[in-house]
């Protein structure tokens, strides 16, 4: 019957260590216990090193609700989970994102580092500095419903 508890205990324990694991989305803005983001998130590929703008007419001919989104310090843009640093131009000073209005932020293509996971001997990988998979980088805009600071906390 021993055995029997500490199979259970060990089962139990392979699960909670299971759980707590990163899935790796944890830059995601959830609400706790729902299983979908309480804020959109609209993806921008970058294949080349450079400053990019993203225009308030940009926006909302790709379906980004700028109307809502009117507050110009409450944009963010995420790229390989991290919060990345983002210039927002409040072109008329009325501080609201309208028309002529923009967000820029730097942004690169993919490098090798992801598929360095690949190789056994990281020697083996063909070119550390391109992916043999894809050559575009995943960077997301998203609004948030919480004023930010210019650290990035929620206040
Ligand atoms: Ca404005």
């Known amino acids: 019957m021993k055995q029997f508890y ?9 699960q909670t260590v299971g759980i707590a694991q990163p899935y790796g989305n944890e ?3 959830f609400t706790s216990g729902q299983p979908l983001s309480t804020q959109q998130y609209f993806r921008i590929g970058i294949w080349q090193e450079g400053v990019y703008r993203v225009s308030y007419s940009d926006m909302q001919n790709n ?5 809502s989104w009117f507050s ?7 790229a390989n ?3 990345q640093f983002i210039h927002v131009a ?4 009325d501080n ?12 690169k293509g993919t490098d090798g580092s992801y598929d360095r996971a690949l190789y056994v001997n990281n020697e083996d990988q063909p ?22 600071t210019t650290e990035g906390c929620l206040c």
Do not use: M
């Open 6 to 14: 500490k199979l259970i205990t060990a089962f139990l324990l392979a």
């Open 27 to 29: 830059w995601i803005a």
């Open 63 to 67: 379906g980004v609700p700028v109307t």
């Open 72 to 78: 110009p310090d409450r944009f963010q843009v995420y």
């Open 81 to 83: 989970g991290k919060e």
């Open 90 to 93: 409040d072109v008329n000073g």
């Open 96 to 107: 609201i994102f309208g028309p002529g209005d923009y967000v820029e932020f730097y942004g």
């Open 127 to 148: 070119n550390p500095y391109f992916s043999i998979y894809n050559d575009t980088a995943s960077y997301f805009l998203t609004y948030s419903p919480f004023l930010l």
